[in-house]
């Protein structure tokens, strides 16, 4: 298992989940063998009964994986992993993964439409007190960042597309031979992309030479023992 592909920070700015609200990213893997989404979620009810269904679809919106885990399976401010069986084919393809809950409130709907709308500038509906209260309680949210720092992807709020992104993390799996290589290809890929990276790493190469060759001059210089 290798982690390829970090999106951003996981960052501070959140929409809410919950009863007919849903939140969708695609993506395009940079490699095959998909099989771990990861995504952060500030579960404010731990322990919590709400049911969440997690998703992922091809670009079709065929449903290819899927996996149902209730508020107790979900934490506050951590990574949540959702892995599932390997998708051999998935370099360069597009997927989208998908969060939707099947409960059904009304309340909690509008609710969790009011406080998102707001969140996106869409909407400055008021959110009555006791209405806040409920869902600042009851209702997880995930963290995304506001900027376009995954351009090959959108954020999608019920199915609509909005400016930026989820913050998420991709997996995947492979033989050992094929992981050294793809780090090898990562790296030379960061060398050349990244000039202060390589001066940095050029530094650092130099250095330790010069450490083992002061070494190695100290050692011959040393009187040895009879």
Do not use: C
């Not at 940079?30 to 269904?53: E, T």
């Not at 989208?96 to 099947?102: E, H, L, Q």
């Not at 997996?171 to 960061?190: E, I, M």
């Amino acid at each position: 298992m290798r982690r390829l592909d970090v999106v951003s920070p996981f960052g501070s700015e959140t929409l809410y989940v919950g009863p007919g609200n849903s939140l969708s990213q695609s993506f395009v893997p940079s490699h095959d063998g998909l099989f771990s989404f990861r995504f952060v979620v500030l579960n404010p009810a731990l322990g919590g009964a709400k049911r969440y269904h997690l998703q992922i679809l091809d670009k079709e919106k065929t449903l290819l994986r899927e996996m149902s885990v209730t508020q107790s399976n979900l934490s506050w401010g951590l990574p949540i992993r959702f892995d599932f069986t390997p998708i051999s084919k998935s370099k360069n393809q597009k997927f989208y993964f998908a969060i939707k809950s099947p409960d059904e409130n009304k309340l909690e709907e509008q609710g969790v439409r009011n406080f998102n709308e707001q969140k996106l500038g869409s909407s400055s509906a008021e959110i009555k007190p006791d209405v806040r209260e409920v869902i600042e309680k009851t209702q997880i949210q995930l963290t995304y960042s506001k900027q376009d720092v995954y351009p090959l992807g959108e954020l999608f709020y019920n199915d609509l597309a909005t400016y930026g992104d989820l913050n998420f993390e991709t997996y995947y799996t492979g033989s050992v031979p094929r992981l050294l290589a793809d780090t090898a290809v990562d790296f030379g890929k960061k060398m050349t992309s990244d000039p202060l990276f390589f001066v940095a790493y050029l530094g650092l190469l130099i250095g330790l030479g010069m450490v083992i060759i002061r070494s190695y001059r100290m050692s011959i210089k040393s009187p040895r023992p009879y």
